[in-house]
T-cell receptor
Framework: DTAVSQTPKYLVTQMGNDKSIKCEQNLGHDTMYWYKQDSKKFLKIMFSYNNKELIINETVPNRFSPKSPDKAHLNLHINSLELGDSAVYFC???????????????FGPGTRLTVT | AQSVSQHNHHVILSEAASLELGCNYSYGGTVNLFWYVQYPGQHLQLLLKYFSGDPLVKGIKGFEAEFIKSKFSFNLRKPSVQWSDTAEYFCAVRGGGFKTIFGAGTRLFVKA
């Protein structure tokens, strides 16, 4: 009974390809997130959805497009992959998620993306 | 804008040594504070959190943290570390906006 799951766990692809990463949470949370963790372990927020509505959209290339078909799922599609996109991508979820909500985030296992 | 600073990027300790990891943040209003841990090859997990009340917070695995509002600090402590505490530790702050800001992380290596 995994709380936050991501697929695939590993993704190796060539530059220029398009790929998607899927995320699902079974915690009944209202908010989901995508983070990018680079090789130095720095964790940076990319997007967040609250009840399928985009509430955080950081400065990421528009090759990255999140999609939330329902509040239990948040997928990340990446077009025209570049070498610099290589990283570990974490999905997370939380209750609330609106300004000031005091809730922690639950993280998925991560997807290690390698672009060659 | 909010920011989080973790003072130590790498810490090496022997088993049974005491641990203190520094975390400072910049935000003038009410904050929610977190420490997360990432064991090698695993996802982030919550160690402990502070929302309100007693500024000394106890978490899992014998960790605790103290919120000192006047110093904008939320340092993580453990009196006696074990080899299994080897991991990356992240301090995180959530202020008045939607975002939780993570520090750059501290890599702890505990020698057996």
């Amino acid at each position: 009974d995994t709380a936050v799951s991501q697929t695939p766990k590993y993704l190796v692809t060539q530059m220029g390809n398009d790929k998607s990463i899927k995320c699902e949470q079974n915690l009944g949370h209202d908010t989901m997130y995508w983070y990018k963790q680079d090789s130095k372990k720095f964790l940076k927020i990319m997007f967040s959805y609250n009840n399928k509505e985009l509430i955080i959209n950081e400065t990421v290339p528009n090759r990255f497009s999140p999609k939330s078909p329902d509040k239990a799922h948040l997928n990340l599609h990446i077009n025209s992959l570049e070498l610099g996109d290589s990283a570990v991508y974490f999905c997370a979820s939380s209750q609330g998620g609106l300004a000031g909500d005091p809730y922690e985030q639950y993280f998925g296992p991560g997807t290690r993306l390698t672009v060659t | 804008a909010q920011s989080v600073s973790q003072h130590n990027h790498h810490v090496i300790l022997s088993e049974a040594a005491s641990l203190e990891l520094g975390c400072n943040y910049s935000y003038g209003g009410t904050v929610n504070l977190f420490w997360y841990v990432q064991y090698p090859g695993q996802h982030l997990q919550l160690l402990l959190k502070y929302f309100s009340g007693d500024p000394l917070v106890k978490g899992i695995k014998g960790f605790e943290a103290e919120f000192i509002k006047s110093k904008f600090s939320f340092n993580l402590r453990k009196p006696s570390v074990q080899w299994s505490d080897t991991a990356e530790y992240f301090c995180a702050v959530r202020g008045g906006g939607f975002k939780t800001i993570f520090g750059a992380g501290t890599r702890l290596f505990v020698k057996a």
